[in-house]
């Protein structure tokens, strides 16, 4: 009894191992974004084990959403400009993102300081795409973006 109860517990440190290398912690990213036009990352990238990413943001700064607001938006490398452009457009009351556009594969909510927001989107069809994360705050997409890829 004593050998079966060490190789089950042996077996349960393997899975727990495998499921939080493979599962668990890889497939949650998360980024921070201060009273600064600045992301605390400027690459992102989760493997393609992960069906969908769930990705956090959190505002670290104290400004408000409508004077120092971030998101974060994730876009083909070629369509940042237009997803920006026609955030703009849209306005602060839809959160600087135009409604269904079809660019936008991933978006959090417009968040200010204190505030958390997260997203979780499928992986299907991102593995090696040229992909980047931005805020679609006005003029802030210029300097706060980085890279992401599904690797
Ligand atoms: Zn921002």
Known sequence: MKK???????VSVLFAMVGRSVWADDCSLSVEAGDTLAYNLTSM???ASCESVTVT???TGKMAANVMGHNWVLAKDAD???VSMDGLTAGAGAGYLKADDSR????T???????????TFS??????????????????SYVMKGKFSIE
Do not use: D, K, Q, R
Not at 109 to 119: A, D, N, Q
Not at 123 to 140: D, E, I, L, S, Y
């Open 123 to 140: 992986t299907a069809g991102m593995a090696g795409g040229a992909m980047t994360f931005f805020c679609t705050f006005p003029g802030h």
């Open 45 to 47: 990238s989760a493997p």
């Open 80 to 82: 940042v400009n237009g």
């Open 57 to 59: 943001l959190t505002h």
């Open 104 to 107: 936008i594969l991933a978006a």
């Open 4 to 10: 079966l109860a060490l190789v089950l517990g042996l």
């Open 109 to 119: 909510g417009l968040i200010g300081g204190g505030e958390t927001s997260s997203v």
